[in-house]
Every structure is written in structure tokens, then in C-alpha cells.
């Protein structure tokens, strides 16, 4: 079956520091990957995507960046975080052409 | 106007009575509509998808859709406290098949 991993689940980070969010996936082969972010009390706002290694959709203008190296490892990255980057960070993924996604456990980051 | 549209509650129903959770969309070209439970603080869990208008059964929830209508609905039958979470419904997007609209969600409470 498989299994998505994503770490770490929380995460404290001063202003201006950078980030590193990975997550990975087990027991399938080429899925779609996503990175999302949920405010607090808000809904999923849909950071990046992709479809294959290297190749990477980006869904909203903001300091963040991603990248996917490998087929089941995508990253999510910061140079300098900025205080509005707090949230619920949440990794999926969904098999290529069929479209349920399925979440990993989420990073809750907070920045001080 | 939102994309996904849902009360964002609370639902307040009693323990053993019928949950109706409602969600519309605004894309006529939407194919594939899914409802996701999310505990507080836990990443959302996939529940139920449907593609076809009607209805769609699986244990003790049911999934309706009227494409007609644009709305897509969400029965939970014989609540139980352990139903207490917020629904996300959520809709393909037009523009691309792998990339899924959230809604911001519906708080529904079962109280014993």
C-alpha cells in the first residue's frame, strides 16, 4: 500500500532563517505531487505541484520555492522566512491521471 | 464569487441523527467532486469521491451530486461524536485534471 512521510510535524524558525520541508512517497511509482498551506481556521491554499521530476507548477507568487529531484521526493524551500509563512504545511499525492489526493501528517510552523 | 463555496457552520446535530453537508461550485466543466474530513490539528483524510450525478453510498455516508445544480452534498447517517470535524469539499479544476479547488470547510459538532 502506499504511504506518504513528511517531516518534520512541527517546526519553529525566526524571521529571515531559511527552510527545508521534505516529504516522500512509498508504494507507487510517478505519482502527482502537491504542497499546500492552511492558515489557521482558513482552507488549503495550493502552493506547487508536479507532475514529474523537475518539473514543478507554481500556484502563488511568494518566497517559497520547490523542488522534486527525485520521483517520489519533493521539497519544500525558503531563503528567508517572513512571519506570514506560519502554517499548516501539508504534502500529497495522487496517482498519475486519477485524481483522489491523499495527505501526509503536515508540518505546523510557526515563526517568531 | 468562490470558487467552492460551504458553510463554514458549526453543524450542530444530535448523536444518531442525519448530517447534511453542503457544498457548490462555480465551474460547470468539473468532473470529479470529494469530501475530506479533517480533525482539528490532523491533516484531511479522504471520505468519499463521486463523479456521476446521483448518488454515491459507502457505510454510513452518502454522496449526492446535481450537476445541473452545482452542488454536491455530503449525508452522514447515525452520527457519532467521533464524526465532530470539519468537511472540506473539494472540486477539480477546469484548467488542469490534477489540480483540486478546496472549499473552506463545514465544522460539524455531534453532540451526545
Redesign the interface.
Known sequence: SQTIHQWPATLVQPVGSPLSLECTVEGTSNP?LYWYRQAAG???Q?LF?S?GIGQISSEVPQNLSASRPQDRQFILSSKKLLLSDSGFY?CAW?APHH????????TRLSIL | QKEVEQNSGPLSVPEGAIASLNCTYSDRGSQSFFWYRQYSGKSPELIMFIYSNGDKEDGRFTAQLNKASQYVSLLIRDSQPSDSATYLCAVNNKDSSYKLIFGSGTRLLVRP
Open positions: 502527482n482558513r482552507g488549503l495550493l505541484y507532475v501539508l495522487s485524481q483522489p489526493q491523499h495527505f501526509g501528517d503536515g
